[in-house]
């Protein structure tokens, strides 16, 4: 167990629909990162917050956006889902987001878009 | 934009034998991180190397950070059913807090 939560486990949900994924870091860690996994493209780096701030943008959708709120938790907002948004999603947190810092993973959220 | 290239892409092995995998770059990396994921979780962060040169070791597994800083490789030594999943190298790109991740290696052993 990494201390990195993630909900929900499972999403399915329609082409067109808007979702929210959610994810707590490890106590104590003040920056998350999501990731998006799919079989073709292997795990692709999304977005870093440290902090409440956006710190690191990477190959996010124009469609998806993401925050991390005072509390450090942070959500993923994917819309106008498509069927090729189907992936796993990651979340990740380390302590400061320093360059080469070890990151934690979360157990995932599998979303399937039909 | 900077690639790992991991190989091989899989692997099938019996149980006991010795597995080698390793990971590639074109550029240069300040640290190497290899992470194992089993079916349905996220990658667990294995061994960390920040050293050109660096030889670690945790438990049966052991990792060399390359000379040249372009590449890195993982040995698993008296492979168990356990050992099973995908194994995949990443390193921040440079002058990045951004992790890259190679394609990863899928390792199954054979009882």
């Known amino acids: 167990d990494s201390g990195v939560t993630q909900t929900p486990k499972h999403l399915i949900t329609a082409t067109g629909q808007r979702v929210t994924l959610r994810c707590s870091p490890r106590?104590?860690?003040?920056?998350v990162y999501w990731y998006q996994q799919s079989l073709d493209q292997g795990l692709q780096f999304l977005i870093q917050?440290?902090?409440?701030?956006?710190?690191a943008k990477g190959n996010i959708l124009e469609r998806f956006s993401a925050q991390q709120f005072p509390d450090l938790h942070s959500e993923l907002n994917l819309s106008s889902l498509e069927l090729g948004d189907s992936a796993l999603y990651f979340c990740?947190?380390?302590?400061?987001?320093?360059?080469?810092?070890?990151?934690?993973f979360g157990p995932g959220t599998r979303l399937l878009v039909l | 934009g900077q690639q790992l290239n991991q190989s091989p892409q899989s692997m099938f092995i019996q149980e006991g034998e010795d597995v080698s995998m390793n990971c590639t770059s074109s550029?240069?990396?300040?640290?190497w991180l290899w992470y194992k994921q089993d079916p349905g979780e996220g990658p667990v962060l294995l061994i960390a190397?920040?050293?050109?040169?660096e030889l670690t070791s945790n438990g049966r597994l052991t990792a060399q950070f390359g000379i040249t800083r372009k590449d890195s490789f993982l040995n698993i030594s008296a492979s168990i059913p356990s050992d099973v999943g995908i194994y995949f190298c990443?390193?921040?790109?440079?002058?990045?807090?951004?992790?890259?991740f190679g394609k990863g290696t899928k390792l199954s052993v054979i009882p």
């Open positions: 106590s104590g860690d003040l920056s």
């Open positions: 990443a390193g921040p790109r440079a002058g990045s807090y951004q992790l890259t």
């Open positions: 917050y440290y902090n409440g701030e956006e710190r």
């Open positions: 990740a947190s380390s302590p400061s987001g320093g360059e080469g810092e070890t990151q934690y």
């Open positions: 190397l920040y050293k050109a040169g």
């Open positions: 550029s240069i990396f300040n640290t």
